[in-house]
């Protein structure tokens, strides 16, 4: 029979492999947004120079009015591209965090109510309410996380929806 130290270790362990799959997931996905802005400032950059040239280079104002204007929408385009993908890589990331929580709290939930019935089983007192109350409780958080990701998950969903471009444009 595994000692309550024992259960413990085991329940530290599990916690730190969760928080330890959060963290890899954290890095990944900000590298991958990093990228991005590079990406990103890159190519506005290499675009600023074109135009540069291209408005040294024009004749008339007419000219220069619909270089700017094409450099202005070209950059708002670019930019809001990004925008969706950066809301793309974190609705993602919000999901799969919300997965492992999810895992989190129903495994850890559930090996942390069979500790508990472990540790009043040795204890002189045996108050059934006690482990109803704690099995509620953590009913209880399980229920508010699934709500909190749900509406999180809305909220991101809005956003990318938001900064997508109208119909017919791109």
């Known amino acids: 029979m595994a000692t309550k130290q024992d259960q413990i270790n085991e329940l530290q362990k599990k916690n730190l492999e969760a928080a330890t799959r959060l963290a890899q997931l954290s890095i990944e996905n900000?590298?991958?947004?990093?990228?991005l802005q590079v990406a990103t400032a890159k190519i506005l950059f290499e675009d600023g120079v074109k135009n540069a040239k291209a408005l040294s280079?024009?004749?008339?104002?007419k000219e220069v009015i619909e270089l700017r204007t094409q450099y202005a929408q070209a950059t708002t385009e670019k930019l809001l591209s990004s925008a969706r993908e950066i809301a793309e890589i974190a609705a993602r990331t919000q999901n799969e965090v919300g997965k492992l929580v999810?895992?989190?709290l129903s495994t850890g939930s559930s090996d942390v109510f069979e500790a508990?019935?472990?540790l009043f089983k040795g204890l002189p007192i045996s108050d059934q309410n006690t482990l109803g109350a704690i099995q509620t409780a953590i009913d209880t958080s399980r229920t508010a996380f699934e709500q909190i990701t749900r509406a999180s998950t809305e909220a991101f969903q809005a956003f990318t929806n938001a900064s997508q471009p109208p119909k017919g444009r791109k």
Not at 30 to 35: A, G, N
Not at 57 to 61: E, G, L, N, R
């Open 30 to 35: 900000s590298q991958r947004i990093l990228e």
């Open 57 to 61: 280079a024009a004749k008339d104002p």
């Open 102 to 104: 999810g895992e989190q």
């Open 116 to 118: 508990f019935q472990k």
